[in-house]
RNA sequence: GCUGAUGUAGCUCAGUGGUAGAGCACUCCCUUGGUAAGGGAGAGGUCAUGGGUUCAAGCCCCAUCAUCAGCUCCA
């Protein structure tokens, strides 16, 4: 006589039903029919009634994936997996994100199956679930080489074929780990040894033929993962160590449905269509030479009419803001890089020193020491802080022969740096402008969405980190207090900061919703103490200055590689390079064209006429490609009414309109640094 | 830096050991038009670089450089 436990659905009702019963049964208990349809089911402690609308999507840590300790109180089980307390339980279909997070771990166990069938010398790492689909590390002696890989995806459909059934199975753990150990598969061993303790009965799921320690969930069956594609194999270090040996990560996707399936590899070209290096070419905005070097970054015509704009609204911003605009050299002597420490922190990351005759000097990594040779020229007051200095500062760094990418990750680049320095009084205020100046950047350039981060030390290693405790507890305060006084939400990452102070950063979100590190807010009790700044205090004795590293765009070259992929190169009008696109119908209308051209340009807006002998159709089309925001057609009529034929970029035909009422509309959408163009 | 892939005309790409190709772009000619490609002709290439194998190399081998996908590291 076993005992009954209560099982709460999630319209409330509650069944009795006896302990050790399983999802299935329970879903058939309600209806076959949901029983067929149902993958997983998600269960929490029955006394916390969370909505769970909102419950961020499983994690897959690898913690959590090896150890059954799950943070949250809520957890994903199979259906198979009998149910021993009283729980809240909601049944899975397909259309559960999470019920795609299981299935995608099963994907991985039946490549896993395939991979072994055909190659069963390798060894297995592990094969979690992605945010996109789910990989495997394996190792083997002759790499896998793709054209392995069609069989093995092949092979993969045979097993989904078998529908085998995933079966969970406990054995004691120092049985397994021998079997492991016999069979060399290293991976396997460290893993259990972490991740479990000596004596426990540890989870294993069993498909056919291939068994691994997992501890689910997993769907009921291989039949169940109905779409899937092997996408690409790459290297990974093992414990992701780069002193370690390598492994192959063979990565794939998979969906409950060939729709989805083809759903996702059709948003992947769509990202690739917006790949800002992608558009770079064909809008002709920048490029990379090998002949120059890798990492180094040539702005074309259109991309340096963009990057000037971008500069001038930072420039003017930054002097309404009561900033001093400054410029400091691109090589100094060593020296001063000992002096700064970057000689023993950041030597990695320099360029090797140049000997010239009077001493070695290196290439600017960061601009900090420039403003800080600034500030210690001349003795200063209280009443002269907060000093604020910015500078489009080129700096360039060494990076690693394989990290390059695009403009996001280049080696030579230019940071919209500022550094103020202040007093401890006045810290809350500058931190509130830095904010304030974040925020109008984010909104300027069209970024609805952000997060903001605040990197704190580690109270357990104050011995990492430079400053004292009094400082610290006043810098941690004032950034949390100014965060909170703005009403911004934001996450705090306890252990994060640089040794040399607390700092705030600020995540902007694409349209496709892709986070991107730009803005920063950093403290700094490292460069004042090292420079010995001061200023006289009311007091009439020296003080150190508090200062602040603050950069907003970040990096020109990645906001503009960011505001690229934002935009799908289609900028809003103020920062398009080529804002308006003359189409004369024939040869007729040139003369009348360059009439509206002189005039719109008189009025501040970049026009183009294409005189070429095409048909209008094709001159439309060419502008359409360069994504011109407006296209303005020009024939007899237009002649005669002293107006233009309005087409807007995505919109199409849009009437006529005087010279003089297109050109209003134009210059005040500029003006007002509009994101649409009507 | 590591693993793997790639590098052919301005761009996108064919070309698997025997005379370097296509489409688009470019130049010229014809065409003078009403909202996303009118027609014709022409020009354009040290096949990434440097070695090697071969009677013969874009193609096979080695090295280097760059790019791409990851890993690692970062604005």
């Known amino acids: 006589m076993s005992n009954q436990i209560k099982i709460q659905l999630p319209d409330g009702s509650l069944r009795e039903v006896p302990q050790g019963a399983t999802p299935l049964e329970i879903a058939n208990s309600i209806s076959p029919r949901l029983a067929a349809a149902v993958v997983a089911a998600r269960v929490r402690p029955i006394a916390l009634v969370a909505s769970s609308a909102n419950q961020a999507a499983l994690e897959h840590s690898e913690e ?46 039946i490549m896993a199956t395939a991979l072994l069938e055909l190659f069963p010398e390798t060894k297995l790492g592990h094969g979690p679930a992605t945010e996109n689909g789910f990989f495997y590390d394996v ?64 989870s294993l799921y069993r498909n056919g033929g291939f068994t691994d320690f997992c501890r689910g969930p997993h769907v009921p069956s291989t039949g169940r993962v109905k779409a899937f594609r092997i996408t690409s194999i790459a290297g990974a270090y093992w414990l992701g160590d780069e002193k370690n040996q390598q492994l192959q990560r063979i990565y794939g996707t998979a969906f409950f449905n060939a729709k ?48 000037k704009t971008m500069e001038d609204w930072m420039r003017q911003e930054c002097i309404r803001r009561g900033y001093h605009m400054v410029f400091t050299p691109h090589i100094m002597r060593r020296e001063l890089w000992k002096i700064s420490g970057h000689e023993g922190y950041y030597a990695d990351n320099m360029y090797p020193p140049m000997e010239l005759d009077d001493a070695e000097y290196r290439l600017k990594p960061m ?28 700096v360039y760094r060494y990076e690693r022969s394989g990290t390059m990418h695009g403009l996001l990750r280049v080696r030579g680049f230019t940071q919209d740096d500022a ?14 402008a830095c904010l304030d100046f974040a925020e109008a950047v984010l909104k300027t350039f069209g970024f609805q969405e952000y ?34 006084g703005r009403g911004l939400s934001f996450q705090t990452f306890p252990g994060e900061a640089a040794f040399y102070g607390p700092k705030i950063d600020v995540k902007l979100v694409d349209v496709l919703g892709r986070p991107w590190q730009l803005s920063t807010v950093q403290f ?73 051209q002189q005039r719109l340009e008189a009025a501040g807006l970049r026009v183009e006429t294409d ?3 095409q048909k209008m159709n094709a001159k439309i089309r060419d502008f359409g490609l360069q994504k011109v925001p407006f296209i303005l057609v020009v024939g007899d009529k237009e002649a005669a009414s002293d107006s233009v034929s309005v087409r807007v970029r995505a919109k199409g035909d849009q009437g006529s309109l005087t010279v003089a009422e297109f050109q209003q509309r134009a210059t005040r959408l500029i003006s007002e640094y509009a994101m649409e163009l009507l």
């Open 611 to 613: 005189l070429s002998n």
């Open 419 to 432: 550094h103020v320095f202040c007093t401890p009084e006045q810290i809350c205020g500058e931190i509130e």
């Open 139 to 202: 190792y083997r002696e002759t790499p896998l080489t793709e054209a392995d890989l069609a069989a093995v995806e092949q092979r993969m459909a045979e097993v989904v074929q078998r529908d085998e059934p995933f079966v969970q199975i406990f054995q004691p753990r120092e049985q397994v780990l021998s079997e492991y150990a016999a069979r060399g598969e290293f991976m396997k061993v460290h893993f259990i040894e972490r991740f479990t303790a000596p004596g426990e009965a540890i």
């Open 64 to 109: 959590e994936m090896y150890s059954g300790h799950h943070s949250a109180s809520e957890r994903i089980i199979g259906l198979n997996t009998p149910l021993q307390e009283d729980l809240a339980l909601e049944l899975l279909k397909e259309s559960d994100a999470d019920a795609l997070q299981v299935a995608r771990h099963s994907a991985a166990h």
């Open 367 to 394: 601009n900090c020491p420039g403003h800080i040779l600034i500030y210690k020229n001349s003795p200063k007051s209280y009443r002269d802080l907060p000093q604020r200095y910015a500078e489009l500062g080129n």
């Open 260 to 307: 989805d399936l083809e759903a996702h590899f059709k948003r992947l070209e769509e990202v690739k269509a917006r790949d800002h290096r992608v558009l770079g070419k064909q809008l002709d905005l920048f490029s990379i030479q090998e002949v120059a070097g890798a990492g180094l970054i040539f702005w074309h015509p259109k991309g340096g009419l963009i990057r």
């Open 524 to 596: 700094d009790f490292n460069l004042p103490k090292r420079f010995e700044l001061e200023y006289i205090g009311e007091d009439g004795s020296a003080h150190q200055p508090v200062m602040v590293h603050r950069a907003l765009f970040g990096s020109v070259e990645r906001f503009f590689g960011v505001l690229i992929e934002h935009y799908a190169g289609s900028f809003p009008l103020w920062l398009a390079p080529l804002q308006v696109g003359l189409v004369p119908i024939s040869e007729k209308h040139h003369a009348y064209a360059h009439s509206v």
């Open 451 to 484: 997060r903001v981060e605040l990197s704190t030390r580690d109270p357990n290693k104050a011995g990492e980190f430079v400053g004292s405790e009094a400082d610290w507890n006043h810098a941690e305060g004032a950034l949390k207090s100014v965060l909170s």
